[in-house]
């Protein structure tokens, strides 16, 4: 294939990867973490919602970011009487006391219990708004910086550093190192902003350091750690580099990534292959300046699209068949900021 060809067909997926991820946006902002109402996942997630913006940054689209981000801090100023209550009183650590991670389109908590306990998720969203505002992108309105102030606040009540929270995938309570990590690189990136009281920063340092290469007490390797590396860079390069070990080694497979042994989610025999797993392989390497590599993963990427040329949730283990939440936000960005 020519030079041309390969740009051509670059700037085809490109547009395809947009169009996917621009069809899960909703008006206030927000986004779908896919658009199957059947599995609920025409719901709005918090951390979805950045690691989708991420996608569009890429393309240098930073509107889109602040509109969302507004969104989401509309909805935290709505149940704002929530933080106030854990900041005052963070005993007892009932989930229902916690943010709440997921809401309906329209902004509304979801109060159904599952794993409502999501540290990343705030530290994720205070991430991105102390990215935004460094790259003089974000535009304040009346309230914002409280809010984030009380952000902050609430993570030093729940003492997010030991805190057993139900992470990225919503399962067991444990102290995972992927939420200890996003709440720091979140505590990091506002304290231009607010108050950042130093030992909130220390704590979850000494706790980073200790947990790691492992994401939790019963799971060593785990694609959630890629979150450390990238976007939020809280690890060393020795913990970079055990993480990818551990990853590349022990969790890739032909159209995905499986979060870790003894996934139970969508299993058949075998962990299910979540296709985010490539392009985020792939940006990291290309942040590297492995570009082997990150041309390695992006074919990998590409080989996972299916046949619509969506990039879906996951692929049912050792199989070509995907489930049914395509196409996944999350994923779809990724992919658009790997390329």
């Known amino acids: 294939m020519s030079e041309c060809s390969d740009c051509a067909t670059s700037s085809a997926l490109r547009r395809k990867m947009l169009t996917n991820l621009s069809s899960l946006r909703y008006q206030t902002g927000l986004f779908a973490a896919a658009p199957q109402v059947k599995t609920g996942y025409h719901r709005v997630w918090i951390r979805d919602n950045i690691y989708a913006l991420l996608g569009f940054e890429a393309q240098g689209d930073y509107a889109t970011s602040v509109k969302t981000i507004h969104a989401l ?51 994720a969203l205070m991430w991105k708004i102390g990215d935004l505002d460094k790259k003089e992108k974000f535009a304040w309105r009346e309230g914002d910086r409280e809010i984030v102030q009380k952000l902050v606040h609430y993570l030093q009540a729940i003492e997010y550093w030991h805190d057993c929270d139900n992470g990225m995938w919503e399962e067991a309570e444990e102290v995972h190192a992927s939420s200890i990590g996003a709440c720091l690189a979140g505590l990091i990136s506002v304290q231009h902003i607010v108050h950042v009281p130093l030992h909130l920063i220390a704590h979850g340092e000494h706790a980073l350091r200790t947990l790691l290469p492992r994401e939790s007490t019963t799971k060593q390797a785990d694609l959630a750690l890629l979150s450390l590396i990238w976007p939020y860079k809280v690890v060393t390069q020795k913990e970079n580099e055990q993480i990818l070990k551990n990853v590349e080694e022990k969790l890739v497979r032909e159209k995905g990534i499986i979060r870790y042994f003894g996934d139970s989610y969508y299993h058949n025999g075998k962990e299910a292959e979540w296709t985010m797993g490539f392009p985020w392989l792939a940006i990291i390497y290309k942040e590297l300046g492995e570009i082997h590599k990150y041309h390695f993963y992006l074919n990998k990427a590409k080989n996972a699209l299916n046949e619509q040329g969506e990039m879906p949730e996951l692929y049912f283990g050792g199989t070509s068949a995907h489930n049914e939440n395509t196409p996944l936000a999350w994923a779809v960005s990724l992919m658009e900021a790997a390329k």
């Open 73 to 123: 801090l509309d909805i935290l100023k709505k149940y704002e009487y929530k933080i106030d209550w854990m900041i005052k009183q963070p005993q007892p650590k009932d989930a229902y006391r916690y943010i709440h991670p997921r809401y309906e389109p329209h902004g509304t908590e979801i109060p159904e219990p599952w794993g409502n306990k999501q540290n990343d998720a705030i530290g």
